[in-house]
């Protein structure tokens, strides 16, 4: 609508207008109405859907409409701040109902995939992340580099697979990187090659750069996220010193018997 009402502005401020400046503007009027007229042509080619794609479809009220729909619902509780994990299961399902390899697919699966993350649901986010992952080039660059990023930390942090984070890793364009992000980045490295305390340490840099941020919705989740994170972390370095102390345990209770049949001999 943009395209195709600014050139009657324009055109209509043009008659007033100086010779060069009146060129100028009809010069923009032509653009402007050949990008609305490009824009309400039903293509829906390279995974992105053109505005006369979406009216078509939603005219259609198909399955892929109602896609799109749950996509903005989620989309929006996300701008407000919604933690993921209490988004309607159900509005979650219609978004990722359809995998057809689009731009819409790829971003349902993102939006899938911050809902199981934040719910514990390991299988579930595995799933959407790995199907986001199989379409990249249906992805806009920003989600392609967020994609990325979370295969990195995923393979870091629940898979302890150093390897395969740092593959990840150099996928992303790490000037599109926030100082954030590349700190979250850091703390799942180092975890991953068994630096705890380090990795813990670098968590507590992260959580005190995210308190310099301005209040908004996401700096409140992303605080949530970081401190749910902390205690995970520390639930697991305890386990792993319990791990630890009862192999020691374990051992020197089986060379206890061998000591006594020494020193009795």
Same mark, same amino acid.
């Given at each position: 609508l943009a395209s195709l009402f600014l050139p009657l502005l324009l055109e209509a401020c043009a008659h007033s207008a100086r010779p060069?400046?009146?060129? #100028?503007?009809?010069?923009? /009027? #032509?653009?402007?109405?050949?990008?609305?007229?490009g824009? !309400?042509?039903?293509?829906?080619?390279?995974?992105? @859907?053109?505005?006369? #794609?979406? +009216?078509?479809?939603?005219?259609?009220? &198909?399955? #892929?409409a109602q896609r799109w729909l749950a996509i903005i %619902? !989620? %989309?929006?509780?996300?701008?407000?701040?919604? &933690?993921?994990?209490?988004? &309607?299961?159900t509005t979650v399902a219609r978004a990722t109902a359809i995998d057809d390899d689009s731009r819409d697919a790829v971003v349902?699966?993102?939006?899938?995939?911050?809902?199981?993350?934040?719910? %514990? &649901?390991? /299988?579930?986010? /595995?799933?959407?992340?790995?199907?986001?992952?199989?379409?990249?080039?249906?992805? =806009?660059g920003w989600i392609r580099d967020r994609l990325f990023l979370e295969a990195a930390m995923f393979q870091a942090w629940f898979r302890d697979d150093l390897d395969r984070a740092h593959l990840w890793a150099a996928k992303i364009r =790490?000037?599109?990187?926030?100082?954030?992000q590349q700190l979250r980045l850091s703390v799942a490295l180092l975890w991953a090659q068994g630096k705890l305390f380090d990795a813990w340490e670098k968590l507590g840099d992260y959580l005190t750069l995210l308190r310099n941020v301005p209040e908004s919705p996401s700096r409140a989740m992303a605080e949530k996220s970081a401190r749910e994170w902390k205690e995970q972390m520390e639930s697991r370095m305890l386990?792993?010193?319990?791990?630890? +102390?009862? @192999?020691?345990?374990?051992?020197?209770?089986?060379?206890?018997? %061998?000591?006594?049949?020494?020193?009795s001999k």
């Amino acid at each position: 609508l943009a395209s195709l009402f600014l050139p009657l502005l324009l055109e209509a401020c043009a008659h007033s207008a100086r010779p060069g400046i009146a060129f #100028a503007m009809h010069v923009f /009027t #032509a653009i402007s109405l050949l990008v609305g007229i490009g824009e !309400l042509l039903p293509d829906a080619g390279r995974g992105h @859907s053109s505005d006369g #794609a979406r +009216i078509l479809m939603l005219l259609r009220n &198909d399955a #892929a409409a109602q896609r799109w729909l749950a996509i903005i %619902q !989620l %989309q929006l509780a996300l701008e407000r701040g919604e &933690d993921p994990a209490r988004w &309607d299961e159900t509005t979650v399902a219609r978004a990722t109902a359809i995998d057809d390899d689009s731009r819409d697919a790829v971003v349902a699966r993102w939006l899938g995939y911050l809902w199981a993350t934040e719910r %514990q &649901d390991i /299988t579930a986010a /595995t799933k959407y992340l790995e199907e986001a992952l199989a379409a990249p080039a249906s992805a =806009s660059g920003w989600i392609r580099d967020r994609l990325f990023l979370e295969a990195a930390m995923f393979q870091a942090w629940f898979r302890d697979d150093l390897d395969r984070a740092h593959l990840w890793a150099a996928k992303i364009r =790490s000037r599109k990187l926030t100082p954030a992000q590349q700190l979250r980045l850091s703390v799942a490295l180092l975890w991953a090659q068994g630096k705890l305390f380090d990795a813990w340490e670098k968590l507590g840099d992260y959580l005190t750069l995210l308190r310099n941020v301005p209040e908004s919705p996401s700096r409140a989740m992303a605080e949530k996220s970081a401190r749910e994170w902390k205690e995970q972390m520390e639930s697991r370095m305890l386990s792993r010193a319990w791990r630890a +102390i009862y @192999s020691v345990s374990q051992e020197v209770d089986l060379s206890a018997p %061998q000591s006594a049949e020494s020193l009795s001999k």
